[in-house]
């Protein structure tokens, strides 16, 4: 079991984790806060196989008679806790997605005419900024939130609150005209989507709904599970991007594999990150219908880039 202290009024701006230590001390400099200690555990069972959502730890704190557990998914519980997100994800199980995914997206843009400076990216589920503050890092002017979880934009408001221009907690399968006007009138020529895709989290429809928000051309930079871009992908991610890069719409400059996190039990879990450019719009009647391929191999190829 290990202890992680959960820091009310973490500094504004701070890299990740600065400010909260984990299993250290922590100096007044970065903090000067009254601080909750925490105990984690991870199930220690290791012939209980776990799916990737169904992973859990189990948490003893003061606040609390008896330990009680809370699933990895359950962003609700987790961004509710200062520190646990990244404890988990960041110190634990080692996950690199959000600096992965946004060097991929560096690296093409430098082959391009446009400078990343410029780019208005729309982070969509940003959850509580790591994302956004990986583009801040990378030069990025004008980054955008949006998420369904009201959790994730009060854990950035706590955390990481200069990150975005705006964060915008809504449904985007959902939206109202006024509000698809409002974003569009943004000129977002970027969207970034990572450790969001394949779970429930984000359906096909807002990920095609958040592409047709931004501007043509504008690049796409995303990451997703490699199982949910094989042929017995149930989400409907494979067959629609394989659809939209059969059809035009979209444009792979790069992919890479790589190891996204450890599971609990130490296993690695590989994902596929996707860079490349719009060069048209999804088709609303593309969500009523079904793709016809499943000709997988462009994007469950290694790295090319």
């Known amino acids: 079991m290990e202890m992680f202290e959960d820091k009310k009024g973490i500094s504004p701006g701070r ?42 730890c189990i948490i003893e704190d003061k606040a609390h008679n008896q330990p009680y557990e809370v699933r990895f998914h359950d962003y609700e519980k987790v961004y509710s806790i200062p520190g646990l997100y990244e404890y988990l994800f960041y110190e634990r199980l080692k996950c690199c997605s959000p600096e992965t995914v946004c060097r991929l997206l560096e690296d093409q843009v430098k082959e391009s005419p446009t400078d990343i400076k410029n780019l208005a990216v729309l982070d969509l589920g940003a959850g509580n900024g790591m994302v956004g503050q990986q583009l801040r890092h990378l030069g990025v002017e004008a980054v955008y939130g949006i998420d369904i979880i009201e959790e994730a934009a009060k854990a950035v408001e706590r ?22 006007e409002k974003l569009k009138a943004k000129e977002f020529n970027c969207m970034t989507t990572v450790a969001a895709l394949g779970f429930g989290d984000i359906p096909t429809k807002a990920f095609g709904e958040g592409f047709n928000l931004l501007t043509t051309p504008a690049w796409i930079a995303f990451n997703i599970k490699e199982d949910f871009l094989s042929d017995e992908d149930l989400t409907g991610f494979c067959l629609l991007i394989r659809r939209m890069i059969d059809a035009g719409i979209f444009d792979v400059s790069s992919r890479k594999r790589y190891q996204h996190r450890l599971s609990i039990h130490g296993k690695p879990l590989y994902y596929i990150a996707i860079v490349g450019e719009k060069k048209a719009q999804i088709p609303q009647e ?9 000709d997988t191999s462009i994007l469950t190829s290694g790295d090319r880039s």
């Open 286 to 294: 593309w969500f009523n219908g079904s793709a016809t391929t499943k």
């Open 15 to 56: 890299i990740i984790g600065l400010g909260i230590f984990f299993g250290g001390q922590i100096t007044k400099k970065e903090v000067s806060v009254q601080s909750i200690k925490h105990s984690i555990q991870f199930p220690d069972d290791k012939t209980q196989e776990l799916s990737q959502d169904g992973e859990y």
């Open 159 to 180: 955390d990481r609150p200069d990150i975005y221009e705006d964060y915008y907690v809504a449904d985007l399968t959902r939206m109202s005209n006024s509000f698809r």
